[in-house]
């Protein structure tokens, strides 16, 4: 007979990436300290600033404590049981041509959808699309970056950030920790004093980079931490998009997911950043699953500069994290794309904050979240008008749709508004996907499963016109993947 | 062939027994008039036909085109021909009707192992099905049923009917709510729609339906069961003398 929407929920979706890799790994002992910090920064030959600046958030870091403020429920971490640096033993000597890489972490890449030979290159979870550059990040080291030749040539530096460092230190130098300083939070202080790799962006004065951007992010070794770094600057003029995709084994044990990204967009540039996150979510018992503890920050230093988030939350066990922009320049642009879905025993608590200092600087947030199983959905954001922006605006729309009668929605949204010449609009909705609907899809001849996906790819619409189009794509396939279990 | 053969039909809605014992059979080309006061059944007759999720059936048999219905899913009988216009059509926000219509037509494709509809053909298909219908073609590009009036909605239920062609259309109350002019629109959908190899049963609470779709047999519904059937003039009778005689 008919399933009612009830019935439906409550299976188990199949996730796919949750396949381990069987390779020999060079893995620090659980636990931090100093000689940890000074373990990580040595194994990459950092400069004596950098080796400092890590000791110093390391030192703010354990005069801090854990946040405890976001709508979400979960046993405190016991940090000197994670292990802060892994990275595979065939990768010891840092990141060599594509011919050396170990085949085995090729094969890896190449089941999650993404083989790093640039002649059949794809892109984070992209499939069929040539033109994208690859930075593979396994466990805390780069493995290799795609297309870096193609990109020079236009004068664009993408490589790995321990690369960076000795590359473009001054660059480094420059802007590490200029938009999320070591100190702005627990896990941010974390990240600075431990992180291992991620991607460096670099945009010269007034190009367009030719290519999509994006960075593949895997976690595979037991009982470690992944805490990558990004850091993207555009200079003035210059425009990149860059793509973002994270995956990670099925383990019964919680892992630790504590990333940076800072953007910094200087006068005229625009970066538009778009993540798709699969990170493990836990069976669905809530067994398991990544704790995805992460700081995104923009800087638009400049006038008219632009910066655009863009994200499919679907994975993780718990989700903390605030994708936001400071508007510093005038005329500048924040936006912020959301998309979150939880099934099972997962939790998200996520939004933005818009910062608005300059003068007529505008900033939009469409949110969508989307519960089902015994989720907790929660939008949390932050719209600060400052004294100095005259003429700002913000619109704000903040939408939830409720599958089954188990899940909650939550909606945090905080306006401060010191600039009595500022306009703040905020919309929100909450529905239901109800069992008439269902029906009423049915009875035309559309399956249940179908007819969910439907209703949430509608209500998705919005966010995903905002995703490069072969990424909107995968994305509607990920929520299909992910609703499987609220649709039987 | 029947297209339905219902025999002996017990139903209950959350534990309440609402159908007790209802039998009918329509033939191909036949357009039957449901007919009751208030609580009888009809609309559960209708619900229960079509596998409405909390329609429970206890006892008794349903054929629909000689297939037991009871043992399929609600999608799988509407791709087999069996359509249910309902009596408040849902809104389906962020869905626009476009889409709806090409899901509900893949689906019937797929279902009975033809190709999907051309989407040029289908798309003008819709456009004239629309302005047959008086329905704007804007309402295409909207959510399913979004902001639509009473008279949209009920339209937009024989539009889809009309596209889907189905063997067995089963109007619950399609004419409550309707101003005379809609309901003439309505009414002239379902004409157009009648032939020899379809069936129309349509359930409804007056006789004015009945003025502008005249049907071959009228059946009475009370506790859940046909006590009466005859042909038009019963509706008539009805109309003049209320259901009180009857129950």
Known sequence: ???????????????????????????????????????????????????????????????????????????????????????????????????????????????????????????????????????????????????????AEAGVVFCPISEAVHSHGDLVQKYLGSVVPQRDNFYAALNSAVFSDGSFVYIPKGVRCPMELSTYFRINERNTGQFERTLIIADEGSHVSYLEGCTAPMRDENQLHAAVVELV?????????????NWYPGDENGKGGIYNFVTKRGLCGGPRAKISWTQVET????????????????????????????????????????????????????????????????????????????????????????????????????????????????????????DDQLFACQQRGIDPEKAVSMIVNGFCKEVFRELPMEFAVEAGKLLEVSLEGAVG | MSVLEVNNLHARVEDQPILNGLSLTVN????????????????????????????????????????????????????????????????????????????????????????????AAFIKRVREL?????????????????????????????LQMLLLEPTLALLDETDSGLDIDALQVVAQGVNQFRSANNAVVLVTHYQRLLDYIEPDFVHVLANGKIVQSGDKSLALELEAKGYAWLT
């Not at chain 1, 000197?80 to 990141?95: F, T, V």
């Not at chain 1, 200087?266 to 778009?274: P, R, V």
């Not at chain 1, 939830?400 to 609009?425: M, R, W």
């Not at chain 2, 791709?79 to 090409?102: C, D, H, R």
């Open chain 1, 265 to 277: 967009a200087l006068g005229d540039a625009e970066i538009k950043y778009s993540t798709v996150q």
């Open chain 2, 28 to 119: 191909p080309g036949e357009v039957h008039a449901i007919m009751g006061p208030n609580g009888s059944g009809k609309s559960t007759f209708a619900n229960v036909l079509a596998g409405r999720p909390g329609y429970e059936v206890t006892d008794g048999t349903m054929l629909f085109r000689d297939a037991p219905v009871a043992d399929m899913e609600a999608h799988e009988r509407a791709t087999a021909g069996l359509f249910l216009a309902f009596q408040y059509p849902v809104e389906i926000p962020g869905v626009s009707n476009m889409e709806f219509l090409k899901a509900a037509m893949d689906s019937h494709a797929h279902a009975n192992g033809q190709e999907q509809p051309n989407a």
């Open chain 1, 1 to 151: 007979m008919t399933q009612s929407v009830d019935e439906l929920v409550g299976a188990n979706a199949e996730y796919e990436a949750g396949f381990v890799t069987q390779i020999e790994s060079e893995t620090l002992p659980p636990g931090l300290d100093p000689e940890v910090v000074k373990f990580i920064s040595a194994k990459k030959n950092e400069p004596e600033w950098l080796t400092q600046w890590r000791l110093d958030a390391y030192e703010i870091w354990r005069q801090m404590d854990a946040p405890e403020w976001a709508h979400v429920h979960f046993p405190p971490v016991e940090f000197d049981a994670i292990s802060y640096y892994s990275a595979p033993k065939s990768q010891a000597d840092g990141p060599q041509s594509l011919d050396e890489v170990d085949p085995e972490l090729l094969r890896t890449y190449e089941k999650l959808g993404i083989p790093l030979h640039e002649q059949e290159a794809l892109a984070g979870v992209v499939k069929s699309s040539p033109n994208v550059a690859v930075d593979a990040v396994f466990d805390s080291v780069s493995i290799a970056t795609t297309f870096r030749d193609k990109l």
């Open chain 2, 130 to 158: 629309a302005s047959s219908l008086d329905l704007n073609p804007e309402f295409l590009k909207r959510g399913v049923n979004e902001g639509f009036s009473g008279g949209e909605k009920k339209r937009n239920e024989i």
């Open chain 1, 315 to 434: 994975g993780s066990a718990i989700t903390w994290k605030y994708p936001s922009v400071i508007l510093r320049g005038d005329h500048s642009v924040g936006e912020f794309y959301s998309v979150a879905l939880t099934n099972n025993l997962q939790q998200a608590d996520t939004g933005t904050k818009m910062i608005h200092l300059g003068k007529n600087t505008s900033s939009t947030i469409i949110s969508k979240g989307i519960s089902t199983g015994r989720s907790q959905n929660t939008y949390r954001g932050l719209v600060r008008f400052s004294p100095t922006a005259s003429a700002a605006r913000n619109f704000t729309q903040c939408d939830s749709l409720l599958i089954g009668d188990t899940c909650g929605a939550h909606t945090f949204p905080y306006i401060e508004n010191k600039q009595p010449n500022s306009v703040v609009e905020h919309e929100a909705t909450t529905s239901k996907v109800s």
